[in-house]
C-alpha cells in the first residue's frame, strides 16, 4: 500500500513527523482508526515509539501550553460536574478547575480542536488546555468515570428531570412530537437545552431568550429584570435548537414564518416541576423564542412576602373579602401582576368556592381553580368566556386582562350582581385607571358602583446583602420626594457592591411597590361628576394612599432597594 502523503497528516501527528520525532509511516498507522479510546497518542506509546511523558514534552512546547503531572494532582479537586461525562470518555479529557468563566483541561494532545470547542459549546466556559501523559490521564479518568457513572445512575432514581408538553394536541400531534424527541434524545443539543433551562430555574430567571443574529447566536436570562447574557452555542446550531424546543412544545416544526406559541414542562423531581410559555418570532437571522418561566410556588409565596406595607395588606384583605365588587391589579408588562393576582386567588380558594379564570394563557396551574385559556381562532375569547362563567354559578372570577368594552361592560355586570372579579388593566397608577375605564365607554355610574379598590404596582430590584451605607446629600433626598419629617436621621440609605451571591450587580431578588387605593364615597363622587386623574389623585392623598414614589421611598428607608432603583422604577 502506498504510504500516505505528509499533507494528509494533520495536528500533533503532522507536527511529530515534521520536527523528526516520528517517522511518517508510523504516524500514518497510529493515525488511522482504532479500538484505542486514546487515540493517536495512546497508540504511538502503545506501540513503544515513544515514551508518554516525551509526547506531554513535546506537546508543551510545540502547543505553547503548560504541562502538568497528574501523578502529583489531587483528584478532589477535579471540576467534576462541569463536562459531561460522556464528552470525557470519548475525547479522553478532565476538567482539572472552573474559575470565574474559564476551565483548565487536561488532555494529552492539545492538538484535537474538536474536543475543545465541544468542552467550550457544553460549558459555556473559556477551555484553558493543560498537557498531560496519556496514561496517567486514562488511570484518573477511569476512577472518575466510574464514580460519575456511579452519581449519575443514583440521580437517576431520584431527582432525575424530564421535558413534557403541555399544550392541548390530537394523539396524533402527541405520537408525532414524542417521536421527533425521541430521534434526538441523545443529541448534545438536548443536553444542552436541559442545562439552560436547570441553570435559568437556579438564577430565579424569569424569561430565556434564544436569539439568531447574522453572524451569532446568543442565549439571555433576564433575572431581576435585566437581561444578561449567558452563552453563545455556534451559529449552526440555531436550527437544531429552535427545532427541539418547538418539539418539546407541540408547535409546528415545519412552519417559520409566523409566530407561535407554545407550553412545556420541565420536571426536577416527584414533587417539583416548572411551567414554561414559549413563544417564537421569525426574524431577518432564523427564529427568536422567548421562554417565560412559570413557576407555581410563586403563587404560593404568601401576600406578606409580595412587599405589601401593613396598611396596604389590610385594604387589600379587606377587599378582596368582600361578597361582591371589582379589584384591579395595573402595572406594565413585568410588574408583577400575575403574581399578585394568583396570591389573591390563592387565599380565596377554599373548599366552599366557585373560581373561574379567563387567561390568555393560563399561567400558573392551581389546583381547585377552573381555568380556562383564550383561544382567539377558535372564538373563545374573554367575553365569550365571561358569559359562560355567568351560567357557570361562580362565587369568584378572575380576567386575565380588560382588553375592550365589551369584556369591560360583562365583568362590571358580573361584580354587580354578587361576584367578585380580579382583572388587570395597564396603565401607570391607580387614579388613571378609573379614567382608562371611563375612556373605553365604561359609563361612570357602572365605575363608581363597582370599582371597590385598585392596585398599581412595580417591581424593584432587591438590595443583596452585600449593600453598604452610603451618604446621600439632602438636596437629592428632598429632590427625591423626601418631607422634612424624613429628614431626621433616624434611618441609613444603602446602595449596592457586588459579590458572587449577586453576581457583580449588587442586587438579588425583587420588592414590590404598591399604590392600594380603596374606592371611598369621596372618589366616587369625584367619578359620578366627571372629574379627571388628577383629582382622584388628590382625593387619594388628602385620605393618606400613598403614590408609587412614596411607597418606594418607603423601602428606601427600609434598606430594602436604592434610591437610584427607586428613582428609575416610578420614573413618572
Known sequence: MASTPQSALNGLARALVQQERLKEADATACSAPSSNPGGFVAEVVQRGLMKASDIAAFCANSFGCPWMDLSAYDESYVAKDAIDTKLMSKHQVIGLAKRGNRISVALADPSNLRALDEIRFQTGLAVDPVVVEVDKLAVLLGKLTESVSSALTNLSTTDDFDLDALN????EDAQAAEAGAAEVDDA???????KMLVDAINEGASDIHFEPYEKYYRIRFRTDGILREISQPPLALKEKIAARIKVISRLDISEKRVPQDGRMKLVLSKSKAIDFRVSTLPTMHGEKIVMRI??????MLGIDALGYEPDQKAALMDAIERPYGMVLVTGPTGSGKTVSLYTCLNILNKAGVNISTAEDPAEI??????????NDKAGLTFAVSLKAFLR???DIIMVGEIRDLETAEISIKAAQTGHMVLSTLHTNDAPTTLERLRNMGVAPFNIASSVILITAQRLARRLCSCKKPIDIPIEALVQAGFGEADLDGSWQ??????????KGSGYKGRVGIYQVMPIT????HIIMTG??????????QVEGVSDLRQSGLRKVKQGLTSLTEVLATTNE
Open 531 to 540: 372629574g379627571n386623574s388628577m383629582d382622584v389623585a388628590a382625593q387619594a
Open 168 to 171: 392541548d394536541s390530537n394523539q
Open 521 to 524: 364615597e369621596e372618589i366616587q
Open 188 to 194: 448534545p443539543v438536548v443536553r444542552f437545552i436541559q
Open 392 to 394: 357557570q354559578d361562580p
Open 365 to 374: 396551574n392551581l389546583p381547585g381553580i377552573n381555568q380556562v385559556s383564550m
Open 294 to 299: 412559570l413557576d407555581p410556588s410563586s403563587a
Open 493 to 502: 440609605p444603602y446602595g449596592p457592591v457586588g459579590c458572587d451571591r449577586c
